[in-house]
């Protein structure tokens, strides 16, 4: 198994409501990744898991809640989220060395109304 | 902060050899990549070259790589119709951890 699968494809959800997005790999990795694209434009990191420990959090608003169950989990909890926050959310994975060769998610498109 | 330059975008009829360019931001950078983006999809890595190389192919693409002007390019040769995507060349941030940073991104349109 080479890929990273990521639920639900599409979200749409109003500024009070909770959601989650859910990421999931089965290739070994210690590392996982949470990155935002907005349209036309390149994916910026928010987030990296190594060995299920919070490693880097790129000053993402506490709104946007990671959490790392186990090595194989990468979840990423949203409350109170603006409409701004409307982008891609693509998971990443990769092993734990020099080449930092990143397997990505095909994203979940999240609307916020 | 800094970004890492692309071109917006590159037409090529189908065919023909694609040249998408890059201009990245940190000398100590080991590796560079290249990925692929189709409309509303993830993004595929293409390929990578670590930075003590000058040059690397791979069937298709070649990559070549001038540390001294910081710029990175990406040949696609024989360039077919499902090349059409988003390309974005990504440095590896020496932070401590390895940490990608993408550039703008390069829209690719391959006319048959």
């Known amino acids: 198994d080479t890929e990273v699968t990521q639920t639900p494809k599409h979200l749409v959800m109003g500024m009070t409501n909770k959601k989650s997005l859910k990421c999931e790999q089965h290739?070994?990795?210690?590392?996982m990744y949470w990155y935002k694209q907005k349209a036309k434009k390149p994916p910026e990191l928010m987030f990296v898991?190594?060995?299920?420990?919070?490693?880097i959090n790129e000053s993402v608003p506490s709104r946007f809640s990671p959490e790392c169950p186990n090595s194989s989990l990468l979840n990423l909890h949203l409350h109170a989220l603006q409409p701004e926050d409307s982008a891609l959310y693509l998971c990443?994975?990769?092993?734990?060395?020099?080449?930092?060769?990143?397997?990505f998610g095909p994203g979940t498109r999240l609307t916020v109304l | 902060g800094e970004d890492v330059e692309q071109s917006l975008f590159l037409s090529v009829r189908e065919g023909d050899s694609s040249v998408i360019n890059c201009t990245y931001t940190?000398?100590?950078?080991?590796?560079l990549y290249w990925y692929k983006q189709e409309p509303g999809a993830g993004l595929q890595l293409l390929t990578y070259?670590?930075?003590?190389?000058d040059m690397k192919q791979d069937q298709r693409l070649t990559v070549l790589l001038n540390k001294k002007d910081k710029h990175l390019s990406l040949r696609i040769a024989d360039t077919q119709t499902g090349d059409s995507a988003i390309y974005f060349c990504?440095?590896?941030?020496?932070?401590?951890?390895?940490?990608?940073?993408f550039g703008t991104g390069t829209r690719l349109l391959v006319s048959p």
């Open positions: 940190d000398s100590s950078s080991t590796y």
């Open positions: 898991y190594s060995y299920e420990k919070l490693s």
């Open positions: 990504a440095e590896s941030m020496n932070t401590g951890f390895q940490k990608l940073v």
């Open positions: 990443a994975s990769s092993q734990e060395d020099s080449n930092n060769e990143q397997f």
């Open positions: 290739m070994g990795h210690r590392a």
């Open positions: 070259i670590f930075s003590n190389m």
